[in-house]
């Protein structure tokens, strides 16, 4: 078993930037990948960023060069660093943790970016 819970989310004005967090328990050593989901409401949930057990990453092409995950593993955190933030990047954020053939996902947090 493997619990998540994000953090970091509020309002920030365009040009801004916010640093979420993913805060994961349990079975640490079983995580395969740890990915940032984002969802506005009557759309369906996308990938933001993919952070994999060697460390490789994958980003959503409207976000590469501004978003950045990265591992902080004293802390067992995985963590979105999003600058230059745009309000296109307004929506609910969520973050999913791949184990053992499982997908565990938080309750998300609310990024909104004002223009």
């Known amino acids: 078993q493997v619990q998540v819970v994000e953090s970091g989310g509020g309002l920030v004005q365009s040009g801004g930037s916010l640093r979420l967090s993913c805060a994961v328990s349990?079975?640490?050593?079983?995580?395969?990948?740890v990915s940032w989901y984002r969802q506005v409401p009557g759309q369906s949930r996308g990938l933001v960023a993919r952070?994999?057990?060697?460390?490789?990453?994958t980003y959503l092409d409207s976000v590469k060069g501004r978003f950045t995950i990265s591992r902080d593993n004293v802390k067992n955190t995985v963590l979105l660093q999003m600058d230059n933030l745009k309000p296109e990047d307004t929506a609910m954020y969520y973050c999913?943790?791949?184990?053992?053939?499982?997908?565990?996902r938080g309750r998300g947090t609310q990024v909104t970016v004002s223009s």
């Open positions: 349990g079975d640490i050593s079983s995580i395969y990948s």
């Open positions: 999913h943790v791949f184990a053992r053939r499982v997908e565990y």
């Open positions: 952070i994999i057990k060697n460390d490789n990453t």
